[in-house]
């Protein structure tokens, strides 16, 4: 079989002791989740690897989400950190202490699905191996002024941490989540896999920011399975500035009428980083309506990858969907690969999608220096312009604060 | 660029003989003594029947490219295809030389009246093989070139053989090497240094026989400063069971060159038409596809062009009709592959009933360019609620100095539109008819003004029975 | 006599009714006009004599010259010889203005014969000069980034072309400046004829002036409660909409 996949010969996932091992370690878990680790494992390893020409791994340079440099499963449960909250009718904690505590809480949420979009691999392993993540589950209506916020660390070098989350929200929630992935570390070849899976119930809303600011040696795979339901409202933002490579998969599914879908995602690529991004904008029901726009910024030999499709299941009608991707060329070396799709399936339905790729707009530019800005400064005060559009979707000045000094010291 | 214009047609006789059988026959299913045989009769050198050979081998080892198209490929059974059928005449040079159905279904395609009016040469093959070629004798004194593919490598190797397969390799797809292990008619066109063609040369492809697979293979080169239109038309009668159509075109543009391909397909809804078109335009050459899928079970179909020169430019127009039960996978490729290259695509696409259109595309532009330009518009129409559209467009881009753009949408013809329509006295069908043509108008505006009233024609017959 | 005849028309949209036992008759040869304030149903009005397929009507008649108009088709009542002047044109992308009134003239047509295209650019280029259009305005695609005066005088010009014998002019003041206005009337005028009846229905009385009606109703409430000479039209101007809801309340 082709290979020159994230699983690749000399791994240690190709050793059946490994998921042995692993589960002695856990015999204090329930039997139903045990049952669910298994059967994961025996999906990754009876399905091989993808052929080299994977469609959803297209213009991907494969090698460099391999998994060959994992040394050890990481177990150190101090890289999650979530803030604190007063107690109200919501549960909000650990994965493990969760599992511990009241296990009924994750077992109707266990079977939920990955978004599919062809990190097939990592799905499953990190299903089961993974030892810590958090869960936000609301139980009647809150609205929750204060954002939830959890600080993923990336682990040791040669180590990989899997990570399964949850939220889950009951009908009229209205809720914002934070979560950053940190590492310091830029020497460190490690390693995440982590897996997000949410459900926005009826009436319910969710505001995810993801700030993903990874050591520039990490390998980060980001899962996202959204699924919202009847007038629910979801707001995924994600900002992308660390790691090597990130591979960020995202599904929004609008299961039932009026449901909405909005993501916004900035890449600012420096170096040699990559992002991978493949997003599925799924619509299931009628009078719903989704809008994603990605915008990447890239320079140096930074690539950006982004394949998104907007799908219209038949019946799904009065669907309006939109997709925009705009790439900004700020180096020769640099490389933008887009794939905007549509499927459609119903014909009442408004969808479109564009896609560009250009280089700063030479006037633009030349306005800026006739008012004697560098050419630095100019390209940097340009970048950030261009990337400000996904940065003002943010509902929260402290937070945008902190992320344009993070973009401006990228620049420096 | 090039115009249309009447001219009287001195019909030349020619002293050919011809029987009413298939004299040539390849029987069924696809071996080695099949693309001997071909070759054979063919009365080629060793070097194409190794080419041959070679490819047939390359087919077979090629998996179907279900990874990424449709499932429906594998509902074509390569062991009961006939893949040479022929006569076994030359090419008449005067119709009154084709045999009396061969014509007969020519002229009902209205193809001699089409050649009298506005043609400059005209080519209609007949299963595997040409019935009939001429062209005007003043562009033969002008030293152009237009021939089939036999007698193409036969007669002018000096001038085909370097182009021939380097376009499009064996090996660019399953269907690129069964054209090239099996291959057979098609148009092989040279047009000297300078040489411009005012009028329009036609091909004109027929598949008559049933479970017949046509595999023509046509090469045009248009060497420094020339300038030519051609432009193909294909149908089949509907048959029960399925058909296969696999062309392989080749277009050359060398330096200052200008090409237009104008293809208008109608094939009946048994045809699988499976194609690989692609050009490579020199320096400040333009290479045009106009292009309009109408019928066909399954079209799979990507005209390219590989601008390899400065300054060239490459243009893919499209118009995609699926009707119930089609699916016309179509789109273009775009690969810069030099400085200040520009490309254009625009493709519209109409889905009926259960039809499927699907639009694939791949802009590609290497580091180290400067000054390409791409511009992308795909719009899909939908009629009927079980229509479905699809768009798969793969932009690949580096350096900083090059810009692409993409746009797609989606819609359907309201109902407020039909209202005001009809308040007019036009009844739902009318109004719907007149819809689409809005939609395709801007495109077919760009087919020669012949085959424009003639695709109308043929859109309002596809509107048929669509509403109500 | 001929005539456009309402009978107790009621007619809803989505189970709301908006044509409330509504009765109304315009003579051929005369010009009448309905006034009324927005939501008292005049559009929906004209949308049902149209024939309209999303709106019910539950009771009542529409006769044109006798012939009922209730159950047919739009494109069968447009041929009958009615003609909607629309508040809002539609776009329709990519179709030219002289295809599109060339494809209306062919659908009156028996089977077999066709429009002979010389004498149709005749007639259509005199009639768009007395509208004042500019004879490019035949191949651009109809009402496709049309200033809202351009779609009037569109609508008009197809209302010459086709030659009704019944017209409906829903709101065709709005959005015109006061040459437009006066241009679009003169062509309505220029319609006006033995062999024609005219509704106009506005909001102002303003374009009353211009085309000076023989009868004059009010609309309320999805029926008509007033009716008189062009006098009525401005008392109506002069007193306001609450004048009328206060006469049908006392």
Redesign the interface.
């Known amino acids: 079989m082709e290979s020159a996949s994230p699983s690749s010969n000399f791994s240690i996932f190709e050793s059946k002791d490994l998921f042995t091992g692993f589960v002695d370690q856990r015999s204090w878990e329930p039997g139903w989740l045990a049952d669910y680790r298994m059967d994961r494992w025996n999906a990754f390893s009876s399905k091989g690897s993808p052929?080299l020409?994977?469609?959803t791994w297209?213009?991907s340079p494969q090698s460099r989400f391999s998994l060959s440099g994992v040394k050890e499963i990481s177990s150190d449960k101090k890289q999650l950190q979530l803030s604190k909250h007063h107690e109200g009718h919501f549960t909000f904690g650990e994965l493990d202490k969760v599992i511990l505590d009241s296990p009924s809480e994750i077992s109707s949420l266990i079977e939920c699905q990955g978004p599919d979009l062809g990190a097939k691999n990592i799905y499953h392993l990190a299903s089961a191996f993974f030892e810590c993540g958090f869960l936000l589950k609301t139980r009647s209506e809150i609205q929750n002024s204060e954002p939830f916020t959890i600080r993923h660390r990336l682990p040791e070098n040669q180590s990989i941490s899997f990570r399964k989350n949850f939220i889950s929200l009951a009908p009229n929630s209205h809720v914002r989540v934070v979560e950053f992935i940190e590492g310091t570390n830029h020497n460190s070849k490690n390693f995440l896999g982590n897996v997000l899976h949410a459900h926005v119930g009826e009436g319910a809303s969710l505001e995810r920011i993801l700030i993903q600011d990874a050591g520039s040696s990490s390998t980060v795979f980001q899962l996202d399975n959204f699924s919202v339901g009847k007038n629910g409202s979801l707001r995924n933002i994600c900002i992308h500035l660390g790691s090597s490579q990130c591979r960020n998969e995202i599904k929004g599914q609008l299961i039932d009428e009026g449901a909405e879908f909005d993501n916004f995602s900035l890449f600012l690529g420096t170096g040699e980083q990559l992002l991978d991004q493949r997003t599925m904008q799924l619509h299931l029901a009628p009078n719903c309506r989704s809008n994603l726009i990605s915008k990447n910024a890239l320079s140096g030999e930074s690539k950006s990858i982004f394949s998104g499709m907007i799908k219209v299941l038949?019946g799904a009608m009065n669907t309006n969907s939109y997709q925009t991707n705009r790439?900004l060329?700020?180096?020769?070396?640099?490389?933008?690969?887009?794939?905007?799709?549509?499927?459609?399936?119903?014909?009442?339905?408004?969808?479109?999608?564009?896609?560009?790729?250009?280089?700063?707009d030479d006037q633009e530019l030349f306005y800026l220096l006739s008012r004697g800005i560098p050419q630095k400064s100019a390209e940097k005060l340009i970048s950030l312009g261009f990337l400000e559009e996904i940065i003002s979707e943010i509902n929260d000045e402290k937070l945008i604060e902190s992320i344009r000094a993070r973009i401006e010291s990228k620049f420096d | 660029m090039i115009q249309a214009n009447e001219f009287d047609f001195d019909a030349n006789k020619g002293n050919f003989h011809y029987d009413t059988q298939y004299a040539f026959d390849a029987g069924v299913g696809l071996n080695e003594d099949v693309v001997r045989y071909i070759s054979e009769i063919k009365k080629e050198e060793p070097w194409l029947l190794d080419f041959r050979l070679k490819a047939l081998e390359t087919f077979r080892r090629k998996p179907l490219p279900t990874h990424w198209a449709t499932q429906d490929l594998r509902n074509i059974n390569f062991d009961v295809i006939r893949y040479y059928l022929a006569k076994g005449q030359q090419p008449s040079r005067s119709w009154e030389d084709v045999p009396e159905d061969v014509k007969e279904t020519f002229e009902r395609l209205g193809i001699p009246e089409q050649e009298r009016k506005f043609l400059a040469g005209v080519e209609a093959q007949f299963d595997s093989e040409a019935a009939y070629s001429r062209m005007k004798e003043d562009l033969e004194k002008e030293g152009v070139i237009f021939v089939g593919s036999t007698e193409g490598l036969r007669e002018h190797p000096e001038i085909f053989k370097k182009w021939f397969g380097k376009v499009i390799p064996t090996s660019d797809n399953k269907f690129s090497a069964l054209n090239s292990s099996v291959f057979s008619g098609g148009s092989f066109i040279y047009v000297p240094p300078g040489v411009k063609l005012a009028q329009p040369l036609q091909a004109y492809f027929r598949i008559n026989a049933e479970n017949f697979g046509q595999f023509e293979r046509t090469l045009i080169i248009a060497d420094e400063g020339a300038e030519l239109t051609y432009m193909e038309g294909c149908t089949a009668p509907k048959f029960e069971t399925s058909t296969l159509h696999s062309a392989v075109v080749e277009l050359v543009a060398l330096k200052g060159a200008k090409i237009q391909y104008v293809t208008v397909q109608n094939w009946s809804n048994n045809v699988f038409n499976l194609v690989t078109k692609r050009a490579i335009a020199e320096e400040e050459s333009e290479v045009r596809w106009i292009d309009c899928n109408i019928g066909s079970r399954l079209t799979m179909k990507y005209p390219g062009v590989i601008l390899r020169g400065r300054k060239s430019r490459g243009e893919v127009l499209s118009i995609a009709l699926a009707n119930n039960g089609q699916h016309q996978d179509t789109g273009a490729k775009m690969v810069h592959a030099a400085e200040e290259t520009t490309s254009n695509i625009i493709a519209k696409s109409v889905s009926i009933g259960t039809g499927r259109s699907s639009y694939r595309g791949l802009v590609r532009m290497p580091k180290h360019l400067r000054h390409c330009r791409n511009n992308t518009e795909c719009d899909a129409l939908l009629i009927n609620s079980d229509s479905q559209t699809d768009t798969y467009p793969a932009i690949s881009v580096q350096g900083d100095d090059n810009s692409v753009q993409h746009e797609a949408t989606v819609s359907k013809v309201s109902a407020e539109q039909i209202f005001y329509m009809q308040q007019r006295g036009l009844n739902e069908a009318e109004a719907m008819s007149l819809c689409v043509n809005g939609f395709v108008n801007d495109l077919i505006r760009e087919f020669p003004m012949e085959y424009s009233v003639e695709l109308k024609r043929l859109i309002d017959l596809e509107m048929e029975g669509s509403v109500g | 006599m001929n005539s456009l005849k309402i009978k107790n028309l009621v007619a809803s949209i989505s189970g709301k009714q908006i044509i409330n036992n509504l009765s109304l008759e315009i003579p051929q040869g005369q010009v009448h006009a309905i006034m009324g304030p927005n939501g008292s149903g005049k559009s929906t009005l004209s949308k049902v004599i149209a024939g309209h397929p999303d709106y019910e009507v539950s009771q009542g008649e529409i006769l044109m010259n006798e012939i009922n108009l209730l159950g047919k088709d739009a494109d069968d009542i447009s041929r009958l010889g009615l003609f909607l002047a629309f508040q809002y044109p539609i776009e329709v992308p990519g179709v030219s203005i002289a295809n599109f009134i060339r494809a209306a003239l062919q659908a009156r047509l028996p089977e077999g014969e066709t429009i002979k295209a010389v004498e149709y650019y005749k007639t259509l280029y005199s009639k768009m000069d007395e509208l004042g259009m500019d004879r490019k305005f035949t191949s651009r695609s109809l009402n496709d980034g049309f200033s809202g005066g351009e779609k009037k005088r569109c609508e008009i010009l197809q209302m010459s072309m086709l030659e009704p014998h019944y017209c409906i002019l829903d709101e065709t003041d709005s959005g015109l400046d006061i040459d437009a206005l006066r241009i679009v009337s003169n062509g309505v005028n220029k319609l006006r004829s033995e062999n024609r009846g005219i509704l106009v229905i506005t909001h102002y009385q303003r374009l009353l002036e211009y085309i000076v009606p023989d009868v004059v109703h009010v609309m309320w409430d999805g029926k008509i409660v007033r009716s008189g000479d062009k006098s009525l039209a401005l008392e109506l101007e002069e007193k306001g909409y609450d004048w009328i809801k206060e006469e049908i309340a006392a």
Not at chain 1, 334 to 357: F, Q, R, W
């Open positions: 052929a020409k994977d469609e297209r213009f038949p790439n060329l700020l180096s020769n070396e640099a490389e933008a690969d887009s794939m905007p799709g549509l499927e459609i399936l119903a014909n009442e339905v408004k969808c479109s999608h564009g896609a560009t790729t250009s280089k700063i």
